[in-house]
């Protein structure tokens, strides 16, 4: 199973849009560092000494870095999240950011209707759950069909199962 979730349902389920967060300063900070350092090297290398005019003409490092960092962050939170399946588990993928939900820690999954749109929701044994919303080209009972392979345990013993996905 491959999808990517629908985007507008992707967006209300992350993190509130913050351009003074810790990730975006950090950014900020590091596209500046990397910029100046670059300037400097530059300058040391083509020209022996390094003037005061020359270093005058550093404030190009934060001109850049600051909008840069700001554009990377929105656009890596404007992508949707990507779910994936792979021989160790699910895995969610957004903005270079993953989580892998092992085989074996899923205790229960149920697929639903929320939003207008197919749910996966997945409890694990250590406690947590994750809702993965499904693209509306994937099919539940395609992704029933591997959870049951996969994990290994088929839904009336130790799973959940919903009669939706029954009909899909």
Request: glycine share 8%; charged share 20%.
């Amino acid at each position: 199973m491959k999808w990517r979730e629908p985007w507008a349902v992707s967006l209300k389920q992350q993190r509130p849009f913050n351009l003074f967060g810790r990730e975006v300063l950090v950014g900020v900070a590091t596209w500046t560092v990397v910029l100046a350092l670059l300037g400097i090297v530059l300058h040391v290398v083509s020209e022996r000494s390094i003037q005061i005019d020359r270093i005058a003409n550093l404030w190009v490092a934060p001109a850049v870095g600051v909008p840069l960092a700001v554009f990377i962050y929105v656009i890596g939170w404007l992508s949707p999240r990507c779910v994936d399946s792979g021989p160790n588990g699910i895995v969610v993928t957004k903005a270079g950011q993953l989580t892998l939900i092992p085989w074996g820690s899923i205790r229960s999954y149920e697929i639903s209707h929320s939003d207008g749109h197919n749910l996966l929701q997945l409890e694990c044994r250590d406690g947590s759950s994750h809702r993965l919303h499904l693209a509306d080209s994937v099919l539940p009972s395609g992704v029933e069909r591997e959870l049951i392979a996969m994990a290994e345990k088929h839904p009336n013993i130790s799973l959940k199962r919903t009669n939706q996905s029954l009909r899909d």
